[in-house]
């Protein structure tokens, strides 16, 4: 298994980037989100996709990463900048 995307599950749906912020202003841009200083992604909305398209939180998918010899460096918290 291995993380592929950053990914935000927010009212059930699932949305995929390249970045967590990126994503974000798509929310924003399709009005799902109001703006994004106002409506706040929590970390627990925040994760990733592994290959399957499952979506699994930044603490799962740091441990898929490090299982997966994805990245080198466990800082605690997975960040798609650890990733590419």
Request: a neutral charge; charged letters at 30%; hydrophobic letters at 45%.
């Amino acid at each position: 298994m291995r993380v592929i995307a950053a990914a935000i599950k927010f009212n059930g749906v699932v949305f995929t980037g390249d970045r967590h912020g990126h994503i974000i202003k798509y929310m924003v841009q399709i009005g799902v989100l109001k703006d994004m200083k106002r409506d706040k992604i929590l970390d627990k909305h925040q994760g990733f996709i592994d290959e399957k398209g499952e979506f699994w939180d930044r603490d799962e998918s740091r441990r898929i990463a490090i299982v997966a010899q994805q990245v080198w460096h466990d800082h605690g918290v997975l960040y798609s900048e650890d990733l590419w």
